[in-house]
Each structure stands twice: as C-alpha cells, then as structure tokens.
C-alpha cells in the first residue's frame, strides 16, 4: 500500500519567515496529493491540494510544488503569521479500487514565533 | 458548502456496550465517506471506506465485525463501534468525498470506553 513520509515533525520559525514542509510518497500510482491544516482539538482543514498532472499550484501565501520523478512534494507558507501555526498533514490518495481513501504523513507541528 | 457534521462530538461508554457514530454530508451529496481514526498527538489513520448502497472496504488490519460501517444514504453514513473496550478510546473522525477527489472532514467524535 501507499505509505507518506513527512518532515520534520516539528517546525519554528519566526513570524514573517517562510516554512517549507517536505512530503514523499511511495506509490507511483497516486495521483491526488491534499494539505490539511488541523488547529488542537477541531477537524482537519483542506487548505491546498494538487494533482499529479500540475508541477506547481499557488494561493495566496501557500504554495505546493509536486516532483513525480522523485515521487516527493512540499508546502510552502510565506510571511508566516501566528495563526499560521497548527499542525499540517500532508496525504496521497491510493489509486483505484473501492478503497481510495487518503493516506496521511504523520504531521509537522508548525510553531510560529512572535 | 461542503459541510460535514458528525454526532455525538463527544461519548463515554462502559466496556462491552455498543457506540454509534453519525457522520453527514449536509450540503452535498457523497456517495463516498471515510472514516479515520486519530490517537493523540498522532495521524490519522485511516479504517474503511464507504460507498453508499454498498458493503464498506477496510484497512488492513481493521476488524469489520467490530467497526460496523453503513452508509444508507448519499448523506449519511455511520460507524458502530461494537463491544467497545478501553483501547477503542479514540478520535474518530470521518470525511465525505465531493466530486472526484476532495474530502471535507467532519468535527470528529471522542470516545471513551471505561
């Protein structure tokens, strides 16, 4: 099966830096790659996603960037503000068949420091 | 839009007694729900998929006897949590699939079984 390796676990950064959180995925096969925001306590949140066919998607201050060859892809925040931090996950969705639910990396608690 | 509840947010059981968890999609219709499962600090995980009008697909590793799944509508599917024990205490949180591939993930439910 598909298994999501995320780094690193924990990141601090000053507010008004750029954090970048790296992902690689083990399954040539997906094809969907979503970023979920969870805050302590509340639903995870999609904030960006990207498909296999884009290289890049942007908005706003997130970014994603995707490398099929080297089966990896990264979130990008710029000018971090302190609601900015939170806990992200990164996930590929399995290809095919009846189950294709969504296989999460283990998060990064992003830390952003006043 | 995109709107998922889920109830009860929160249930305390004793061991050996059955729990049902309602997730709904309230603004949309989907024929997929997932259900996924969060320890603290930690992933999600996830247990089954669910596709309406159809038997779930678990996870490696997830007893289907023991984590009932039916999804009877295109809004409303739930998880049964069978003579739950202590180590069922969990984070179960669902997610209902609209269009081809974004999840909206519902609020959650904290179980614990004494």
């Known amino acids: 099966g598909e298994n999501v390796e995320q780094h690193p676990s924990t990141l601090s950064v000053q507010e008004g830096d750029s954090a970048v959180i790296k992902c690689t995925y083990s399954d040539s096969a997906s094809n969907y790659f979503p970023w979920y925001k969870q805050e302590l306590g509340k639903r995870p949140q999609l904030i960006i996603d990207?498909?296999?066919?884009?290289g890049e998607k942007k908005d706003q201050r997130i970014a994603v960037t995707l490398n099929k060859t080297a089966k990896h892809f990264s979130l990008h925040i710029t000018e971090t503000q302190p609601e900015d931090s939170a806990v992200y996950f990164c996930?590929?969705?399995?290809?095919?068949?009846?189950?294709?639910?969504?296989?999460f990396g283990k998060g990064t608690h992003l830390i952003i420091q006043p | 839009g995109a709107v998922v509840s889920q109830h009860p947010s929160w249930v305390i059981c004793k061991s050996g007694t059955s729990v049902k968890i309602e997730c709904r999609s309230l603004?949309?219709?989907?024929?997929?729900m997932f259900w996924y499962r969060q320890f603290p600090k930690q992933s999600l995980m996830l247990m089954a998929t669910s596709n309406e009008g159809s038997k779930a697909t678990y996870e490696q590793g997830v007893e289907k006897d023991k984590f009932l799944i039916n999804h009877a509508s295109l809004t409303l599917s739930t998880l049964t949590v069978t003579s739950a024990h202590p180590e069922d205490s969990s984070f179960y949180i669902c997610?209902?699939?609209?269009?081809?591939?974004?999840?909206?993930f519902g609020p959650g439910t904290r179980l614990l079984v004494l």
């Open positions: 997610s209902a699939r609209r269009g081809l591939e974004t999840q909206y």
């Open positions: 990207i498909r296999s066919n884009v």
């Open positions: 996930a590929a969705r399995k290809a095919g068949g009846g189950a294709d639910g969504l296989t």
């Open positions: 603004d949309f219709q989907a024929t997929t």
